[in-house]
């Protein structure tokens, strides 16, 4: 018998057939004609969107196998991480072979894909039945329970030593500065103290993928994933506001002129702008083509924008806008947007919207609470003439579009600390809580629980971080980044919830923090573009030029 680590790589290459019998099958029926006819596609949804998750699980378990595997290269893959391992790979690859949750209520099976002969051979595989038999089982869980009872957790190290000082620093950070007091900021439903934000700056939060020559550290995306996951294991919103500042600085990095980078990055990685993005309107969501926000240049070259934004954060205190709009109402769709850079006064809590043309409205929600949301009304805005972004028209969409893999990317990040956040407060609950004289966790359905918990965010984690390698190789990875938001949201929001079961009744009152876990991981599937949206990008993209 191979040894667990070749046994997963044979396991996922067995679990790679399976996928390649669903694309093609797939195929078969919405690209007849090589690739994917849009009518087709809408009408097989369900399809696409289940070999899009399919597709995404065998990325999360080619992801854990990497990830055992550099581990016992360093010498670092030890009981923990076998557990892990095994309980990852049993439970995947059995809802690859039976029914994989696309969503509550929601399962996609062989025989939605055509692929049920193909899943039988799968599961003949000796690997594969090496896992389903001996890989989530109700021995393996309590094994792994035990030792996170312990305090152990699977292994996290770079092997890095810049990185892994950036974990540290910011774990530590976070622990100090975020976590004590993020529940409380919540209950308020207050923004971030603004000291906080000035410390997160000072630690080079809003410059991590800012060029060394404009005052950033340059790190890439792998760090930028070990930022805003530390964050936001202490609050979904330390970690979300570097997530403006990463969207304003790829837009301007990427598609400024000299004069927009020279003035605006030092300031967007030094803290001292806080930028927001202003992409949505109320009637559009997802479709941008149909985005209707009008600016008009004047005869100074200036502009004026008219029309209405929702769903935008951080507002009132942000002092930058990157407004998509329509510059020439005679294109339609995407060929007439373009991106504005228009700065606005930072509003107080009493004035938050002072300036003439712009007004703006609370949208109050369930969590995500540290820096507001609000719907904005333009009307006459002026912006000033450097500020169309990249000095043309009509590049808005495709300047936007090259910022959605980085701001996926981030989100799963956000994702995944989320998720260890909730595995932190459920599994010291279930240490310290007694029940019928003996604590939760001697429990087999509690301590379940946090073991399948742990395994499926390494997976999640180890998938970001791919898609980070990815992104900082300069490879398009629209399909990695779609799969590390898809997972790790979905991941988020059940370690969230079974977060709250752990805690029982106490879960449900507003004193404790799972409260406020389980509302902030509900919006990760629905923001930076929906788990709908993220699986027909993969779907589409796995079925392009396909026969």
């Known amino acids: 018998m191979s040894d667990i680590i070749d046994l ?31 009518s087709l596609v809408e009408r097989e949804q369900r399809r696409v969107h289940g070999l899009a998750w399919a597709a995404t699980t065998l990325a999360a378990l080619e992801a854990l196998a990497d990830w055992a595997a550099r581990a016992r290269r360093a010498g670092r893959f030890g009981a923990i991480e076998e557990l892990t391992l095994r309980i990852g790979f049993g439970e995947y ?19 939605d894909l ?15 039945m090496h896992f389903l038999t001996h890989g989530n089982t109700a021995e393996t869980r309590a094994e792994l329970a035990a030792l996170l009872a312990e305090g152990t957790l699977p292994d996290e190290a770079f092997g890095d030593e810049t990185l892994d000082m950036i974990r540290d620093q910011f774990r530590t950070f976070t622990a100090e500065r975020i976590a004590p007091h993020a529940h409380q900021w919540h209950l308020a439903d207050e923004l971030i103290p603004i000291e906080v934000v000035q410390q997160m700056a000072d630690l080079g939060v809003f410059g991590v993928c800012i060029a060394e020559g404009y005052g950033g550290l340059g790190l890439g995306k792998t760090a930028m994933c070990l930022v805003s996951e530390e964050l936001s294991r202490g609050w979904i919103c330390a970690g979300s506001l570097g997530t403006r500042s990463e969207i304003a600085g790829e837009l301007i990095g990427e598609n400024g002129t000299p004069e927009q980078k020279a003035a605006l990055l030092p300031r967007l990685a030094d803290g001292s702008i806080l930028p927001t993005a202003v992409f949505t309107e ?85 969590g995500y609470r ?7 009304g333009f009307d006459g805005f002026a912006v000033a003439a450097d500020g169309l972004l990249g000095g043309a028209q009509g590049r808005g969409f495709k300047q936007l579009m090259r910022t959605f893999e980085s701001a996926r990317i981030q989100t799963a990040a956000r994702a995944v600390g989320v998720g260890w956040n909730a595995f932190d407060l459920a599994l010291r609950y279930a240490l310290e809580r007694r029940q019928f004289g003996k604590p939760l966790m001697a429990f087999p359905r509690v301590a379940d629980k946090l073991a399948v918990m742990v395994a499926e965010l390494v997976m999640a984690r180890e998938l970001t971080y791919s898609a980070a390698r990815h992104k900082d190789a300069g490879k398009r990875c629209d399909i990695e980044a779609g799969q590390a938001k898809l997972l790790a949201a979905r991941v988020a929001w059940t370690a969230a919830d079974n977060g709250v079961q752990i805690h ?7 004193e404790y923090p799972i409260s406020r876990v389980l509302c902030d991981a509900r919006i990760l599937n629905i923001f930076e573009g929906a788990a709908e949206i993220q699986a027909q990008v993969i779907g589409r993209g796995l079925l392009v030029g396909q026969p």
């Open 282 to 366: 109320p009637d559009t969501g997802s479709d941008l083509a149909s985005v209707t926000t009008r600016a008009r240049m004047q005869d100074d070259g200036s502009w004026q924008i008219t029309g209405a934004k929702t769903w935008i954060t951080h507002a009132a205190r942000a002092d930058l806008m990157t407004v998509l709009c329509r510059t020439d109402p005679d294109t339609p769709g995407y060929g007439g947007l373009s991106m504005l850079l228009a700065h606005k006064t930072r509003g107080t809590q009493d004035d938050p919207f002072p300036d003439e043309g712009l007004s703006g409205s609370e949208i109050e929600v369930l």
């Open 93 to 111: 690859l059995h809802q690859l072979t039976s029914a994989l949750p696309m969503g509550q209520g929601e399962f996609v099976r062989p025989v």
């Open 504 to 510: 029982g009744g106490n879960g449900y009152a507003l």
């Open 8 to 38: 997963s790589r044979e396991a996922c290459a067995a679990a790679q057939r399976y996928i390649e019998a669903s694309r093609a099958a797939t195929a078969g029926i919405v690209a007849p004609e090589g690739s994917p006819d849009p």
């Open 114 to 128: 055509d692929a049920g002969t193909a899943a039988d051979a799968m599961r003949a595989e000796p690997a594969v």
């Open 370 to 376: 540290g820096m507001k949301e609000y719907a904005l």
